[in-house]
C-alpha cells in the first residue's frame, strides 16, 4: 500500500507563494531520492524538482528555477516544495514520489495548485 499524503495546495493569485508538503511511509522515503511531480490537465506528469536521500543535492526543471526550492526533513519522512512568484503554467496536480528506475507505479492523491492571473 503507498503512502504518500501530499498537501498544502489551493488556489493563489499569480505573483503570490504556496509552501507543499509529502508525508511519506518509511518505504518510500527512507534512503531514497525524492521528487516532486505535477500533471497539468491534458498533460503528462513531469518531474519538477527532486532532492537527493541526504538533502545535499537538488535539480529543478528549467520551467521552476530560481522559483521553488525542494527541501527534506528526514527524521519526519517529509519533503517540501516552497513555491514562490507562482504563474498561471503551475497551475497543475502535484505529487510527490520517490526516484526510481523504472518510475514509481503507485502515486498518492496529489495537492492541487491553482494559480490566476
Known amino acids: 500500500q503507498v503512502q504518500l499524503v501530499e498537501s498544502g495546495g489551493g488556489l493563489v493569485q499569480a505573483g503570490g507563494s504556496l509552501r507543499l508538503s509529502c508525508a511519506a511511509s518509511?518505504?518510500?522515503?527512507?534512503?531514497?531520492?525524492m521528487g516532486w511531480y505535477r500533471q497539468a490537465l491534458g498533460k503528462e506528469r513531469e518531474l519538477v524538482a527532486r532532492?537527493?536521500?541526504?538533502?545535499?543535492?537538488?535539480y529543478y526543471a528549467d520551467s521552476v528555477l530560481g522559483r521553488f526550492t525542494i527541501s527534506r526533513d528526514n527524521a519526519k519522512r517529509t519533503v517540501y516544495l516552497q513555491m514562490n512568484s507562482l504563474k498561471p503554467e503551475d497551475t497543475a496536480v502535484y505529487y510527490c514520489?520517490?526516484?526510481?528506475?523504472?518510475?514509481?507505479?503507485?502515486w498518492g492523491q496529489g495537492t492541487q495548485v491553482t494559480v490566476s492571473s
Open positions: 514520489n520517490k526516484i526510481s528506475t523504472p518510475p514509481p507505479r503507485s
Open positions: 518509511r518505504s518510500i522515503f527512507s534512503g531514497n531520492a
Open positions: 532532492i537527493t536521500s541526504a538533502g545535499g543535492g537538488t
